[in-house]
């Protein structure tokens, strides 16, 4: 069983960072992607980045290179988005999510990863 809660959130202006982290509870995450997804209004969830938490592979959405970073401190059981150059497209619910999956390749798709957040809304300004 694993217990995600996100923060950072907020409202910002078109071009502002911001920095959502994403605290897990849990036995172990050893062998556990973590991954960020996000919910536009009157959108479907769309995948973000994942990173896996043991070794700190990392993977992205094309609109996310070069603007966004996920890392992970494994320290604290946190997994952090950093998010640069925010645009009025980047508002959404952001949502953390974990799942133990198989194999080498972070997936993309929501459905393999069992675990999930509550979402922390961003929303940014023009």
């Known amino acids: 069983q694993v217990q995600l809660g996100e923060s950072g959130g907020g409202l910002v202006q078109a071009g502002d960072s911001l920095t959502l982290s994403c605290e897990a509870s849990a036995r172990t995450l050893i062998g556990y992607a973590m991954g960020w997804f996000r919910q536009p209004p009157g959108k479907e969830r769309e995948f973000v980045a994942a990173?896996?938490?043991?070794?700190?592979?990392?993977r992205y959405a094309e609109f996310a290179e070069g603007r966004f970073t996920i890392s992970r401190d494994t320290k604290k059981n946190t997994v952090y988005l950093q998010m640069n150059n925010l645009k009025p497209d980047d508002t959404a619910v952001y949502y953390c999510?974990?799942?133990?999956?198989?194999?080498?390749?972070?997936?993309?798709?929501?459905?393999?990863?069992?675990?999930w957040g509550q979402g922390t809304q961003v929303t940014v300004s023009s």
């Open positions: 999510a974990s799942g133990n999956i198989p194999g080498l390749t972070l997936r993309t798709d929501a459905s393999d990863y069992l675990y």
């Open positions: 990173i896996w938490y043991s070794g700190g592979g990392t």
